[in-house]
């Protein structure tokens, strides 16, 4: 009920101030110079308007976590891929070190079994 006119149902809506009035404070009352429209009219395009909007929004948030979905897939994939090109230089470097390590293991073995020679002539011979 309208708070000036006891006995009046608020009924419409003033567009001006935004705010729900009845029909006698339009004719003679302090909205008689404002626009104003049915309150079920105005309800049902809020209505509309706010459902309008949550799905927007939805739709906006979805395309965000898409985008974001993808973004985290390509950087993975980067990781990944680094990840692998730093483990095959590691493999790659511990053949070669393994390699080296063999090499010079065989030449102290063979230091070793030169320097048991009895003969001077034949160790430097060696």
């Known amino acids: 009920m309208c708070e ?3 006995d009046e149902r608020i009924n419409i809506y003033c567009l001006n101030c935004e705010m729900p009035t009845c029909s006698l404070c339009k004719v003679f009352g302090a ?5 104003v429209a049915p309150l079920t009219n105005v309800y049902q395009r809020q209505k509309e308007c706010c459902r309008r909007q949550k799905e927007q929004l939805c739709e906006k948030f979805d395309y965000l976590y ?6 985290k897939n390509e950087m993975t994939q980067i990781i990944t891929r680094t990840q692998e090109e730093k483990l095959e230089h590691v493999r790659s ?3 070669k070190y393994a390699d080296h390590l063999e090499a ?3 030449l102290v073995e063979s230091g070793i079994q030169f320097m048991e020679e009895p003969e001077m002539a034949v160790f430097l011979q060696v």
């Open 4 to 6: 000036e006119h006891e």
């Open 31 to 35: 909205h008689k110079d404002c626009q």
């Open 66 to 71: 898409s985008v974001l979905e993808e973004r």
């Open 93 to 95: 470097l511990m053949k």
């Open 104 to 106: 010079v293991s065989k």
